[in-house]
């Protein structure tokens, strides 16, 4: 059976004690200003949501109403622990009904270059199309297009590269927003569903 969780489950423990507690780590600046940019209220997807901190912690700091989903059992049980009043799921994005409901915004920090490219394209019209008129869109992936091995997983991530990306945003109907970088450096991109 392949590993839907891409290599995460095996190294969970590792990843729930080092990069699974990081409250303040890299990019929650970022992902606090875009949750800022949203209604009191306001329904996220956080897509490949691990130990729920720090994307879903600031999410709900910011009295926002969060969905998770993540394929690694590890991981979201770790997440139940953290937030059990979050409607939290152990799917691959690939077989994800999403809930069975759309989303004012989508995040995905870390986990769109991990999937092959036939399922990036794939998930980018999925996340597209479960937006409500107006929704949000926010997902890191490096601007260049590049292959590497992941140092803690020993698989392979891609990336499709920002100009195939935003491609990808439009055919789905996106409106493309900002491309920008955190302080550690990753790469976002954000668009929106036109209202």
């Known amino acids: 059976m392949a590993d839907e969780s891409n290599g995460y489950e095996s190294i969970a423990t590792i990843y729930i004690k080092g990069r699974g507690q990081e409250v303040n780590g890299i990019g929650s600046s970022t992902v606090r200003a875009w ?86 394209r794939a998930l980018i019209a999925k996340m597209a199309a479960a937006l409500n008129p107006g929704g949000k869109l926010l997902f890191t992936a490096p601007l260049d297009k590049v292959e590497w091995k992941d140092v803690m997983t020993g698989q392979f991530s891609r990336s499709l590269g920002g100009l195939q990306y935003s491609e990808l945003m439009t055919a789905a109907g996106l409106s493309i927003m900002s491309e920008f970088e955190d302080e550690g450096k990753n790469h976002y991109f954000g668009a929106s569903r036109p209202a």
């Open 35 to 120: 949750a800022r940019t949203f209604n009191k209220g306001n329904v996220i997807l956080d897509i490949g949501c691990s130990t729920g901190i720090p994307v879903t912690k600031i999410l709900l700091e910011e009295a926002l109403t969060a969905y998770a989903l993540d394929a690694s059992p590890t991981m979201i049980d770790t997440f139940r622990q953290h937030f059990p009043q979050v409607p939290a799921a152990c799917e691959s994005v690939e077989q994800s009904a999403f809930f069975n409901r759309s989303f004012d915004g989508i995040i995905a920090v870390g986990l769109v270059f991990l999937l092959s490219e036939e399922n990036q």
